[in-house]
């Protein structure tokens, strides 16, 4: 049996309206880029001056005078990989009518010497470290992104970040590491690594590109990601996290534990990472609204999507109604009320407040239409022939269109 777990508790989820102008599905454009972009020089970890470029990608054709724009960073252990890795998700962001950016950060940190190199770390500091220069990074490409905004025709109330692993940790950090009280000690002046001193690595806004526009980002896509300190979430934060990691993920746990924690050799000299499902809990047990995060946890033990096109498709789906300006602004109020039960479903699914009679399909979360039909205000729809899974009913209407998810047990 496929094991799709969703961590939300909810049973019923809100839906949402589209159009043809902010559908954001594949294939919709074609797309141009700009690359190697220089918006940054600070110094690395050895002290030596690193130059940060930026690769940026956007629609051609898109009737939207101002879109949305998704920043990603690289995963790689904050000691290898590059921005180029992403560069085929921000295609096909750019074909799908989102403007995507990929980011270089400052990565490596010391190892323990004696031949010990990373991932081998000489200490939990230098992993804090190298998370908090990643993150001010981020928050400097996001201010230099929104510097020329009218350059590449950014919405600066749509800007997203993104990013995988270490990249993830790097984006997590930068939308919710902002205020000068939740910097990491370790980000102060601390003891060296030998004789090679560890000065104070700046405030939590970094220095990059302070031109009068702000890091605020309204959602993250978390994939596989961490936090080093849950409590940088508070009461006050509305930033939309749509996650995703495997329940056993080895390398950055979904759970609360040192990374790479099969490996005591490596991970002894690892803080603590708060993956996926510890941020879960933390946006649920502050009350979060509902509408701003969504995970999904998937049976496995790899450090690694089990479906890139799902995941990807998975997380837009969740940030359609951030992204879809129009769709907040225009949400209808008969269909808003519409309810999916019983959620999760075994063998029938129940609509309850629908307002008329409607057509419908169901897809699977790589889009995929499983069934489709005509639904009446009394009539159940029959769904005991499909696998464990989450997969979205789509309700047409004469001027509007209703996506609900549900999830069959």
Aim: glycine share 8%; hydrophobic share 40%.
């Amino acid at each position: 049996m496929k094991s799709y777990i969703l961590i939300a508790i909810s049973l019923l989820f809100i839906g949402y309206q589209s159009n043809a102008q902010c559908n954001y599905d594949k294939n919709s454009y074609s797309f141009d880029k700009e690359t190697a972009v220089l918006y940054g020089v600070l110094p690395d970890y050895r002290g030596i001056m690193d130059s940060l470029y930026l690769d940026i990608y956007w629609p051609v054709g898109s009737p939207e005078l101002e879109k949305p724009i998704i920043i990603w960073a690289f995963g790689g252990g904050f000691f290898q990989g590059k921005r180029q890795d992403f560069a085929p998700i921000c295609e096909e962001m750019a074909q799908r009518g989102i403007i995507s950016a990929t980011i270089d950060y400052r990565i490596g940190f010391d190892g323990p010497g004696f031949g010990l190199n990373p991932p081998f770390a000489f200490d939990a500091a230098e992993i804090i470290r190298a998370g908090y220069r990643g993150a001010t990074d981020m928050k400097g490409a996001i201010r230099y992104l929104k510097a020329h905004h009218k350059k590449y025709e950014i919405d600066l109330s749509r800007v997203w970040l993104g990013g995988a692993s270490a990249g993830s940790i790097v984006a997590l950090n930068a939308a919710f590491l902002n205020k000068e009280s939740e910097k990491p000690k370790e980000a102060g002046a601390i003891g060296g690594v030998g004789a090679k001193e560890r000065p104070d690595l700046g405030p939590i806004e970094g220095t990059l590109n302070v031109n009068g526009f702000n890091s605020e980002v309204q959602g993250v896509l978390n994939i596989f990601g961490a936090l080093m300190d849950t409590s940088s979430i508070d009461p006050s934060d509305r930033i939309a996290v749509f996650s995703y990691h495997q329940s056993g993920d080895p390398v950055v746990p979904c759970q609360a534990n040192r990374p790479y924690y099969p490996i005591p050799l490596i991970s002894q000299n690892y803080p603590t990472a708060y993956g996926s499902c510890v941020i879960t809990e933390r946006l649920q047990n502050l009350q979060i609204p509902e509408t701003h995060w969504e995970t999904w946890i998937y049976t496995g033990t790899e450090h690694a999507v089990h479906n890139q096109d799902a995941v990807l498709n998975f997380m837009i789906e969740q940030a359609k109604p951030f992204l879809c300006k129009n769709i907040l602004a225009t949400k209808d109020q008969a269909t808003s009320q519409i309810l999916v039960f019983p959620n999760p479903a075994q063998s029938e699914l129940h609509l309850l407040n629908l307002p008329g009679d409607c057509n419908y399909l169901i897809k699977n979360i790589a889009g995929q239409i499983l069934q489709k039909g005509k639904v009446e205000t009394t009539t159940p729809i029959y769904v005991e022939h499909y696998q464990s899974g989450i997969y979205f009913l789509e309700l047409h209407f004469a001027e509007s269109r209703v996506i609900k998810k549900w999830i069959k047990k």
